[in-house]
C-alpha cells in the first residue's frame, strides 16, 4: 500500500456523525471496510466503544484505514533528562474546527461505532 491509498482510505461523513454514507464515499473505505477487517477477524474484538457487540459483517463506523490508525495518548509519560515527570496540559489541545465541525457521534454511537471519535485522548490520523 502507499501513502496515497492510505489517505483516501477514510470517510469524512461517518466521523461527522453521518450514519448513512452512500457508495461513493464507501469505497474511499477500501482496505477496512467491515468490523471484521478492523479488527483483523478477532471476533473478541466486536464490540462497539461501550462494549455493545458488533457483527463482523457490519459497515464499520468510521472505516478505513485512516479511521484505524489512531493515537491514543493516554498512557503518555515524558520525563526530562534527569529522570523527573513533566507535567503535561492536554487541556485545549483539539482544534476548534475539528471539535465543530469534523468530528461528532452519533445519535447511537455508543451501540454501532467501533471507537468514539469524540474522545479527546485519541486523535483519527
Excluded at 464515499?25 to 457487540?53: A, H, M
Excluded at 491514543?72 to 507535567?87: H, K, R
Excluded at 474546527?97 to 471519535?117: G, P, T
Amino acid at each position: 500500500m502507499n501513502h496515497r491509498d492510505f489517505v483516501r482510505s477514510r470517510s469524512f461523513p461517518q466521523f461527522r456523525g453521518d450514519l448513512h454514507v452512500d457508495s461513493s464515499n464507501n469505497s474511499r473505505c477500501e482496505g477496512k471496510r467491515y468490523v471484521s477487517q478492523i479488527f483483523n477477524n478477532d471476533t473478541s474484538l466486536y464490540f462497539s466503544w461501550n462494549r455493545k457487540p458488533l457483527k463482523g459483517t457490519d459497515f464499520a463506523n468510521p472505516c478505513g484505514l485512516i479511521a484505524k490508525s489512531y493515537f491514543n495518548d493516554t498512557d503518555f509519560l515524558v520525563t526530562n533528562s534527569i529522570g523527573e515527570n513533566f507535567a503535561i496540559d492536554d487541556s485545549n489541545i483539539a482544534n476548534e474546527y475539528d471539535k465543530k465541525y469534523m468530528f461528532k457521534r452519533h445519535e447511537d454511537s455508543e451501540n454501532i461505532q467501533w471507537i468514539d471519535v469524540e474522545n479527546r485522548n485519541i486523535k483519527i490520523l
